[in-house]
Structures are given as C-alpha cells and as structure tokens.
C-alpha cells in the first residue's frame, strides 16, 4: 500500500486532515526529528513498506556481492573505473556542468599538468571514495570544505559563498515555469543551525542507516546552504554514506539512478517541502530508498549478463582450437575480453604489462603474433598513447577458423 501524502488527504478530506496528522506524528512509530519545516517539527514514520524496502535493499545487496566476488580482478577494477567516470559526468550533467569522459579521466590518470585543470578536485575526492578514505561530517565547517573541493572551481564568481561559511543572501528554487517551489533557509545563523542539527540526525544511532542517508540528502536539500553546486555536494555525502554500507557500484551509481528517475526524486522534494505535508518527510525516505534499490536492481542485471558473456568467451578459450596459443597469448585475450566488457576505452601498454607481469617489448611482440593469427586486437590513439582493445563480435565468429 503507497504511503499517502498529508497534502493529498488535505484536498481529499478536509476534516480528516488533521485528525490524520494526529495520528501520524503521535504514533508509536513516528520519530521525530530536533528540525522544524515549514514550522513544523519533522517526522518519519517506520511503515511496514519502509522497513520491507530495507530488508529488499540488504538481500540485492547480498546477491550484488555475489555476482561481483565472481568476477575477476581485471573486471571488478575496470567496472569501478567505469562507473566512477560515469558518476562524476552524470553529477555534472544534472546540474547542468558539461563534462567529457576524456576530461575526467585525464584528471583521474593524472594527465594534465595543469593542477587547476577542470574537475580535478571532484575527481581526486571519487578517488578517495573509492580507496574508504574517511570524510569528517562534524560540523558545518566540514561541509565547506568538501563544497570547496569537489564545487567550488566550476561555480560561477555571482553565485560563490559569502557568508562565514554558507550564502549569507536568501536564495530560492524555481519551477521550469519560474515559479518558485521553495526558499532556502535564512539567514545565515539560522541556515548554520539547521545544518548542525542535520549533522547530528546524521550521527543518530536511534535511526537506521539508510534511513539517516535519505533524510540527510532531503535535509541538505531543504537546506539550500549554498547557492549553487548543493547538488554535486548532498549526492558525494549520499555516495560517501552509501559506501560504508553497501556495495562501491552503488555508492558510484547515485547520479545515474537519479536521472532515471528524475521527475519521482524532485517531486518527493516537492512533496515534502510542502506546508500541507507538515513536516512528514516519510515519502521521500521512501523515494529515496527505491533509488537505492533499482541502483542495485540494475547493477545485478548488468553484471550478471556481462559475467555470463564473460564465462561464454573464457570457455572458448579453454577450446582445442586455441591449444596451441601459448599461455601469456591467452592471457592478453582474457585480459582485453574482461576490458571489452567491464570498461568504455582500450588498455595501454602499462595496464597489460602490469596485469601480465611482463615487459612491454614481451607484450607489444605477442600482441603482433596474436594479429598475425587472426585475433581482432584493435588498435587505437588516445593523446599520446595506444590502447589495445579486442572486436568481441568478430573474435566470436573466429570459431573453426582459427588453424
């Protein structure tokens, strides 16, 4: 049964309305947040299909694990790899930053000499994600700092912060229609305060996990502390959070399940940034949380495919007819078909040397000898450098040709 939203309930049945809030925010399975919205006192309440989501959400996480433990190395890395690139494009692209792949992983691969290269501060803090370096989310100070890394270069000189840590102006959200749907909180010591008090929903231990995650995230979006660039930063905090619980793909996979899912996400911001909601942010908890599940729904599925392809090509190899390619020929064939279908670009010569444990002359002199029988090793240039890849589809149709 769909959690019905205070606001629809108030047009739907006016003298029900209040009895309904009642009940709500009086229940035993209300919990009630140190926050006002809208001048009400914010609450959650536990429903049957909140906690059945969670429990949904650790099962798929079981069963992602699963998958990704089958999975070899040159595979798990790469799609990491891939997913982080796609996270950080994506995080821009819904705050209407253009980025290129080749822009972030440049950054990511350090070939830029440039320190101030574009995203290089968004780039290197995903890196730090990936590797479970800790974030410090104490105080609001803490919060600055991480705008400032991961934001603060792409944010135009009008819209930097003013304040002594946030946006001392008040600052609104407006409809495509440029109607305006929300205010954000001010002024500014009012603005330090919500934060503060958001920060210690965070740390709660009264309040499961996820459930902290999804309330954070709204919270930082009511919130509005800055005047640009909100979004980059409540979605690395999610990413961050998300991280210590689940899975990595998931915590990468944020953005990209947000954008697909673009219109239910804003309107549960909407919904709850509503007067007629009275502080009831329970549906965009509920929201937010099946954004983590089809993040992981959609995980299981891609990998499990690609593993499933995966095994089909190493079972090839395994085949008389590739009994006479020596060892290191069919390792550089199920390093690339791993690379085929986990990453987005070819390898260079350093990747497969590092992966063979072999020297780059040894590998450049089999690469040849595998073209030379037939193998489709395509080669390619990116900058300076080559990248190696393999034409899966025609090395599938290399069958009893291969003599």
């Avoid at 691969?109 to 104490?138: C, M, P």
């Avoid at 499933?308 to 090839?316: A, T």
């Amino acid at each position: 049964m769909n959690y019905e939203l205070l606001s629809s309930i108030y047009y739907k049945n006016r003298e029900q309305y209040d009895k309904i809030y009642q009940q709500r925010f009086n229940s035993e399975a209300s919990y009630k947040l140190p926050i006002n919205l809208n001048d009400y006192k914010a609450f959650f309440i536990v429903t049957n299909e909140l906690c059945t989501k969670i429990e949904s959400i650790y099962l798929k996480n079981m069963q992602l694990e699963n998958v990704c433990k089958q999975l070899p190395g040159v595979a798990m890395n790469k799609y990491i790899l891939k997913n982080l690139v796609d996270e950080i494009m994506l995080t821009n692209d819904i705050e209407g930053i253009y980025s290129t792949r080749k822009e972030i992983t440049d950054a990511l691969n350090n070939n830029t000499s440039n320190k101030h290269a574009r995203f290089i501060g968004i780039v290197k803090k995903y890196e730090k994600l990936i590797s479970n370096d800790v974030l410090s989310l104490n105080n609001c100070e803490d919060i600055r700092k991480l705008y400032d890394d991961i934001a603060l270069d792409e944010i135009d000189k009008n819209d930097l912060p003013d304040g002594a840590i946030f946006r001392k102006s008040e600052v609104s959200v407006y409809s495509a229609t440029d109607k305006e749907k929300h205010k954000g909180i001010y002024p500014e010591n009012s603005l330090i305060d919500f934060m503060t008090k958001s920060l210690e929903v965070l740390k709660d231990n009264n309040i499961a996990f996820l459930i902290r995650i999804c309330i954070f995230h709204y919270l930082f979006g009511y919130a509005h502390p800055f005047y640009d660039g909100n979004g980059r930063v409540s979605r690395y905090i999610s990413s961050y959070l998300l991280n210590n619980h689940l899975n990595i793909l998931v915590a990468l996979r944020i953005s990209y399940t947000i954008k697909n899912n673009k219109s239910s996400y804003y309107k549960a911001f909407d919904d709850c940034n509503n007067k007629k909601n009275k502080g009831d942010i329970t549906p965009f908890i509920l929201m937010f949380l099946n954004v983590i599940e089809n993040s992981l729904i959609s995980l299981i599925e891609k990998l499990s495919e690609a593993l499933e392809k995966l095994c089909f090509y190493d079972s090839m190899l395994r085949d008389e007819i590739f009994s006479l390619f020596n060892i290191l020929h069919k390792r550089i064939i199920y390093i690339l078909i791993q690379n085929a279908l986990f990453a987005d670009e070819g390898m260079d010569i350093d990747e497969l040397t590092k992966e063979t444990e072999k020297g780059n002359t040894l590998i450049r002199q089999n690469i040849k000898e595998l073209q030379q029988k037939g193998i489709p090793i395509v080669i390619t240039r990116s900058g300076k450098k080559l990248l190696y890849s393999i034409d899966l589809e025609r090395f599938e149709l290399l069958g009893n040709e291969i003599s």
